[in-house]
């Protein structure tokens, strides 16, 4: 696997390339206390400078977390697609009805009553260390590859992966 660090405006295109692809992540809080909290997320949006923004309950432990520590880890994972990142980074709870009212689809409904729940927050994180594996191909064809180099001993393309620095 080639190693390809990205910075400024590339590496906030990978972010926003892979969280939307993968989509959904674990968000961990409460990192500096044992055990950490983690919950599934759905990425709602990326924004131009790399920010990463979520739809939130006002009431979960997570905001609760976030509200006391502002840092956080979201681990995404796409096996199927060999698509992995993890990010570093700061969130922070919004509250405005404007960013709610864009994020907000039909399938939220599971989780809150309308888009003007009292209860809706955003939370927004903003990356500070990032690093990915993004292999370009499904796992059958990557492992495909890796059989034929082991086979004939030399390495194949298997992707890239890389620190990403804004």
Do not use: C
């Amino acid at each position: 696997m080639a190693t390809k660090h990205l910075f400024n405006k590339s590496a906030q295109d990978k972010i926003k390339e892979l969280a939307e692809a993968i989509d959904f992540t674990m968000l961990a809080t409460n990192l500096s206390k044992r055990p950490i909290h983690a919950i599934p997320m759905s990425t709602k949006k990326v924004d131009e400078n790399g920010n990463i923004l979520f739809l939130s309950n006002k009431h979960s432990t997570h905001n609760a977390n976030i509200q006391r520590d502002e840092e956080i880890h979201l681990f995404y994972a796409k096996p199927m697609s060999m698509e992995f990142m993890n990010v570093y980074g700061t969130a922070e709870i919004l509250d405005d009805k404007n960013i709610i009212s864009e994020l907000y689809q039909k399938s939220d409904d599971n989780w809150f009553d309308g888009e003007n729940d009292p209860n809706i927050t955003a939370i927004k994180v903003t990356p500070k260390d990032a690093h990915y594996w993004d292999t370009k191909n499904n796992m059958l064809i990557s492992l495909f590859k890796m059989g034929i180099g082991a086979i004939t001993g030399e390495k194949t393309d298997l992707g890239e992966e890389g620190k990403l620095t804004i």
